[in-house]
């Protein structure tokens, strides 16, 4: 079982907006420290997408936004695209276990 | 360009031991921190170790603690992890990855901005 929660699936059709939670507890999120997130398609490695709780790196559309609040944390995907079916992976710090950790990931089904 | 490449895996019996290796281009090597990571078949992932710019500071998940070994020669530009006593809950897919900025060196502030492609691990008998 994964420190930080997300849902195993969303979809949205093409065009949609979809959102990913990740929710933590107050060793992690809750006690101010940064969220990221990761896309990984089948068979490759993650790529970052969003770190520091909402910057994006370079290359990665404005479509794709990230928020935290309190104990929880957000992906936002806007204009949703074939191309943006995916797993997502959430990751912060827990001081409990003094390690970096992730969520168990979503899927996202463009439908 | 930032390049990782992963090398090393492979079949190991219970108990027995293997050493990853991640040669790196692209970026500074010796000003970034740097990650070991892990997925399991069809599991999500996990982070398994982290070693600070100058190899002076690591860290380990408790997972793996005791058992495994970061280090990193920054003269060859590659990173390490020796993996010892290895349990069949050890197979995965191991990926090596630079953390995202050069003042970070602990998992407290850690994200990784490029992975490399990753080597399969499988211990079974």
């Known amino acids: 079982q994964s420190v930080l929660t997300q849902p195993p699936s969303v979809s949205g059709a093409p065009g949609q907006r979809v959102t990913i939670s990740c929710t933590g507890g107050?060793?992690?999120?809750?006690?101010?420290?940064?969220v990221h997130w990761y896309q990984q398609f089948p068979g490759t490695a993650p790529k970052l997408l969003i770190y520091?709780?909402?910057n994006r790196p370079s290359g990665v559309p404005d479509r794709i936004s990230g928020s935290r609040s309190g104990t929880s944390a957000s992906l936002a995907i806007t204009g949703l695209q074939a191309e943006d079916e995916a797993d997502y992976y959430c990751?912060?710090?827990?001081?409990?276990?003094?390690?970096?950790?992730f969520g168990g990931g979503t899927k996202l089904t463009v439908l | 360009e930032v390049q990782l490449v992963e090398s090393g895996g492979g079949l190991v019996q219970p108990g027995g031991s293997l050493r990853l290796s991640c040669t790196i281009s692209?970026?500074?090597?010796?000003?970034?921190?740097m990650s070991w990571l892990r997925q399991a078949p069809g599991k999500g992932l996990e982070w398994v170790a982290l070693?600070?710019?100058?190899?002076?500071?690591?860290y380990f998940a408790d997972s793996v603690k005791g058992r495994f070994a970061i280090s990193r020669d920054n003269s060859e530009n590659t990173l390490f992890l020796q993996m010892n006593y290895l349990r069949a809950e050890d197979t995965a897919i191991y990926y090596c990855?630079?953390?995202?900025?050069?003042?970070?060196?602990?998992?407290?502030?850690?994200?990784?901005?490029?992975w490399g492609q990753g080597t399969r691990v499988t211990v079974s008998s």
């Open positions: 990855a630079k953390l995202g900025n050069t003042y970070c060196d602990s998992p407290g502030c850690a994200n990784f901005d490029f």
């Open positions: 692209g970026f500074t090597f010796d000003t970034y921190a």
């Open positions: 070693i600070s710019d100058d190899g002076g500071v690591t």
């Open positions: 107050s060793s992690n999120i809750g006690a101010g420290y940064d």
């Open positions: 520091g709780n909402k």
């Open positions: 990751q912060s710090f827990d001081s409990s276990l003094s390690a970096s950790v």
